[in-house]
């Protein structure tokens, strides 16, 4: 079988060319006569590869110097310890919960301080994102969290922590807006196993939650630049793959016109659509995962058992909210986009 198109929220696709590389140097990485999987992360080669990708990343997302940037294992997930163990200098954080992951986050959060709800969209199945323009911000927030805006909440100075998941990489992003920023590789960078975090200089600190854990403390991993263990060495060495494929894209202002043309390919198609609707609120679309339904549990089943057949994968919407979601992150390519149309518009046909 050929490579189909691969709509999957993670792990998901990833460009084919760093996959044919990274195919080329598997027995021979480099004239070192092994794989980087069988490397030690305390060799040379494996040096280079950490800090070339590093300052690709740095290189890309234009990371101002007074932020560290770690590669870390646990996922996402494991930020949402970490993040309060380390940043609540007065245990109290403002939480902005907008989806699943964020709702997560905040649960975890509370077993380490006082958590505040400065706004949710929950009541509406995250399908929409709350208007932040007047938060009320607690005057001892340590801390702001929240996911994907297209306009940032207004954090009245308190550094504000973002989980970029699922639009890393997707576009540029002002990082210096940002106290934190963290995202699992896997939706739309790398391989899975690893977290990317950018932190501001001024939020590593000793003196973190009593009884953090050594490998839980930011400060551990900064000093030890991502190297404090062994760490998810594999993933790095892709990650950087993915950060040069990138470059030569014309970097994150070419993948945003890029990603904006596929997603407007989609939605323009679901806007006139007789079968399938979206039902998210049109100013919070999101331009990475494309949310859909036809109305009809049944048919969206069919739906995706008949478009698996057609070589267009797990298109089947996350259980908690069922219908389909097209993830179509950087390494989708527009041509899967079309694909994915051409099916709709046909089964449409077939169907209504
Ligand atoms: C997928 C996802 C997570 C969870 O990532 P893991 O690496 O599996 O822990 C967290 N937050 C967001 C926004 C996500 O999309």
Request: charged content about 25%; glycine content about 8%.
């Amino acid at each position: 079988m050929g490579r189909v198109y691969n709509f999957s929220a993670g792990p998901a696709v990833l460009p084919e060319e760093v996959l044919n590389e990274a195919a080329q140097e598997m027995l021979d990485y480099n004239g070192s006569g092994m794989s980087v999987m069988e490397m030690s992360h305390r060799s040379k080669p494996f040096q280079e590869i950490i800090d070339t990708a590093e300052a690709d990343l740095r290189d890309l997302m234009g990371i101002p110097d007074d932020y560290a940037v770690l590669f870390l294992q646990g996922g996402a997930s494991q930020q949402f310890a970490m993040i309060p163990m380390n940043l609540m200098k007065n245990g109290t954080a403002d939480y902005i919960i907008t989806g699943q992951f964020a709702k997560k986050a905040y649960s975890e959060a509370k077993k380490y301080g006082k958590i505040n709800v400065a706004a949710s969209s929950e009541d509406k199945n995250f399908s929409y994102i709350p208007d932040c323009t007047a938060l009320p911000v607690s005057d001892a927030a340590d801390t702001i969290y929240g996911t994907k805006y297209k306009e940032l909440p207004d954090t009245k100075g308190k550094p504000l922590v973002a989980d970029v998941s699922s639009c890393f990489l997707s576009e540029p992003m002002n990082v210096s807006k940002y106290g934190l920023i963290y995202g699992g590789v896997q939706k739309n960078v790398g391989p899975a196993g690893m977290a990317i975090v950018i932190i501001r200089e001024d939020l590593i600190r000793e003196d973190v939650y009593p009884g953090t854990p050594t490998m839980l403390k930011y400060k551990t991993h900064v000093d030890a630049k991502s190297l404090y263990n062994t760490p998810p060495a594999y993933s790095i060495y892709i990650c950087g793959k993915v950060f040069k494929w990138l470059k030569r894209q014309g970097g994150l202002e070419a993948m945003k016109e890029r990603n904006e043309a596929k997603a407007k390919i989609l939605y323009d198609y679901l806007d006139q659509s007789r079968l399938f609707k979206s039902d998210v609120n049109p100013k919070d679309r999101s331009m990475m995962n494309v949310t859909f339904v036809t109305g009809s549990a049944d048919l969206d089943a069919k739906f995706v058992k008949e478009a698996k057949e057609a070589g267009l994968e797990s298109l089947k919407g996350h259980r908690s909210v069922g219908g389909m979601r097209a993830s179509i992150y950087n390494a989708m390519p527009i041509d899967g986009v079309k694909a994915l149309v051409a099916f709709m518009k046909k089964f449409e046909e077939e169907n209504l």
